[in-house]
């Protein structure tokens, strides 16, 4: 299996922070790799996919980068409704994988 | 617009099998790349991908619960049902189906179903 190892775990940030969430896969996946925002009680809906590309709808201030077995999801500018759940997934080769999570907090 | 909806048991006993059924729309799991997975979340756990079939009849399960699973689909009700034997309190958690299609995967999600395993 294709482990995801994703940083850090929990994040504390203001709004109008910048943040930069990183996924580490344990081999090369291309750009496998999606990013998802989930919010207590409900369904993780996709930011980003094919690690750089914005999901129609989804606020510019996201951003996804990276190839390979390196990536990262920023948010240019917190706003309060970013303050959520955060997973990457790659989905290059059976099973797919997730990340552990990214819990972004309100300092 | 696709629609995704889980359904189910919302408390089996251990041991039993659980099935859970997976009603979409929008979408048809006959076209070319078309594929329906299921993912599953413990409470304040990460999410654990399980399964996916695909328009082809493909089917791709977890290693770890490969013995457990076993995933088909219903193409004229727009259905694809998961199946789960021996289940164990370990195993409750939010239950998720999700469309794939060609090298986008797994969007939308259905809302989830909770299914608890308890005596």
């Known amino acids: 299996d294709i482990q995801m190892t994703q940083s850090p775990s929990s994040l504390s940030a203001s709004v109008g922070d910048r943040v930069t969430i990183t996924c580490r896969a344990s081999?090369?996946?291309?750009?496998?790799l999606g990013w998802y925002q989930q919010k207590p009680g409900k369904a993780p809906k996709r930011l980003i996919y094919?690690?750089?590309s914005l999901q129609s709808g989804v606020p510019s201030r996201f951003s996804g980068s990276g190839s390979g077995t390196e990536f990262t999801l920023t948010i240019s500018s917190l706003q309060p409704e970013d303050f959520a759940t955060y997973y990457c997934?790659?989905?290059?080769?059976?099973?797919?994988?997730f990340g552990q999570g990214t819990k972004l907090e309100i300092k | 617009q696709i629609t995704l909806k889980e359904s189910g048991p919302t408390l089996v006993k251990p041991t039993q099998t659980l099935t859970l059924t997976c009603t979409f729309s929008?979408?048809?799991?006959?076209?070319?790349?078309?594929?329906v997975g299921w993912i599953r979340q413990p409470p304040g756990k990460a999410l654990e991908w399980l399964a996916l079939?695909?328009?082809?009849?493909?089917?791709r399960y977890s290693p770890s619960l490969k013995s457990r699973l076993t995933i088909t689909k219903d193409t004229s009700k727009n259905q694809v049902v998961l199946t789960m034997t021996n289940m164990d309190p370990v195993d409750t958690a939010t239950y998720y189906c999700?469309?794939?299609?060609?090298?986008?995967?797994?969007?939308?999600w259905g809302q989830g179903t909770l299914v608890t395993v308890s005596s």
């Open positions: 079939i695909y328009w082809d009849d493909d089917k």
């Open positions: 081999q090369g996946i291309r750009n496998d």
């Open positions: 997934l790659q989905h290059n080769s059976y099973p797919d994988t």
């Open positions: 929008g979408f048809s799991l006959s076209t070319s790349g078309v594929g």
């Open positions: 999700a469309h794939s299609s060609g090298g986008s995967a797994h969007h939308p």
């Open positions: 094919a690690a750089s």
